[in-house]
């Protein structure tokens, strides 16, 4: 380890949660390289001041989590196409001296989709939620092929008929859901995505196992605890389920990439996670 310290982190607010220095430390030490990452509790009023200080000690890259996702981009000297379409941003590399912004919840919400060979074609999908994750897998989903509408439920209508809007400006179909119909519509959708932070707290799912399809796929990206009650009513109902700890591992394997331009080692990353939660049943 003789190059000089490089030090990366995590910027959001709550902070203490985050897995991601575990997971990123365990990279670093499996690869032997000289870096180190921290996670920092930044609150809504301290963005500005916060990325002049990580300027300042010439920071590596670092991540952005809630509630900073979107402002970050005010404070950065350039975004890509991504982070423009989607509007927000989670990694940002220190590229000599200029903040470049990424955003690789985009890339680590499809690739579970695509490791598992799923065809899109006819899919009616259902997303729960409408924040800034919803965006990033609205903007994934809008490259795949055959997709034939994305139904969206989220408790504020505002914000369901922006993303619907959003979604109809890809070219795609789509419709607002409400609680009226949210069942009836789950029943029907191969695709159903939960975005909202429903089931970290043990909290009951927003849709029963009777009205999920045996042929469905349930994505739930809360990845903490494995088995929220969403992801329990997907196997009740013999659907195939997608956990939120595989797209906390792939979203972190592209940052990482940003930053280091190597591939992590995945196997300490996920050693390290299931640690921490145990492996899923
Ligand atoms: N697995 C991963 O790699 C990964 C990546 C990114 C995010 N996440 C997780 O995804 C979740 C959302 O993140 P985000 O960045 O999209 O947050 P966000 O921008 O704050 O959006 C949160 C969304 O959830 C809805 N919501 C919040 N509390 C709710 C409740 N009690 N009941 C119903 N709906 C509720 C909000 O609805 P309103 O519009 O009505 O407020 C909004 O649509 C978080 O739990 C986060 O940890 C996981």
């Known amino acids: 380890m003789n ?19 575990a997971i990123y430390n365990a990279a670093f030490n499996s690869l032997g390289l000289n870096c180190t990452y921290i996670a920092f509790r930044v609150q809504k009023d301290e963005l500005r001041d916060s990325l002049d ?3 300042a000690i010439n920071i590596g890259g670092f991540n952005v989590t809630m509630p900073h996702k979107i402002k970050v981009l005010n404070y950065v000297d350039y975004y890509d196409k991504t982070v423009e379409m989607v509007g ?9 001296g200029k903040f470049r912004a990424y ?7 499809i690739k579970p989709l695509h490791e598992r060979k799923i065809s899109f074609n006819g899919f009616n999908v259902l997303i729960l939620g409408a924040g800034g994750a919803a965006r990033a897998i609205v ?17 504020n209508t505002d914000g369901s008929e922006k993303l ?10 789509s419709s607002i859901v409400s609680n009226n119909n949210i069942q009836q519509v789950a029943s029907k959708s191969h695709l159903i995505i939960n975005t909202t932070p429903l089931g970290m707290k043990n909290e009951k799912s927003l849709i029963n196992s009777t009205n999920i399809r045996t042929d469905a ?3 739930d990206i809360v990845y903490k605890p494995i088995n929220t009650d969403l992801i329990k009513n997907a ?27 190597k591939d992590p080692p995945l196997d300490s990353m996920k050693k390290v996670l299931f640690g921490m939660f145990g492996e899923p049943v």
């Open 235 to 261: 196997k009740t109902a013999g659907a195939e389920v997608v956990y939120g700890y595989e797209m906390l591992l792939k979203q972190a394997i592209a940052s990482f990439k940003i930053w280091i331009q």
């Open 103 to 109: 955003n690789t919840d985009v890339i680590g919400f």
């Open 217 to 219: 796929i349930v994505y």
């Open 139 to 155: 903007v994934a989903l809008a490259h795949e092929k055959g997709i034939a509408n994305i139904n969206i439920f989220n408790r």
């Open 3 to 21: 190059a000089e310290l490089k030090t990366y982190c995590i910027i959001g607010d709550p902070i203490d949660h985050s897995f991601s220095p």
């Open 164 to 173: 619907s809007n959003m979604i109809k400006k890809m070219g795609l179909e």
């Open 88 to 96: 927000a941003a989670n990694t940002v590399n220190n590229d000599h």
């Open 53 to 55: 200080s990580l300027r």
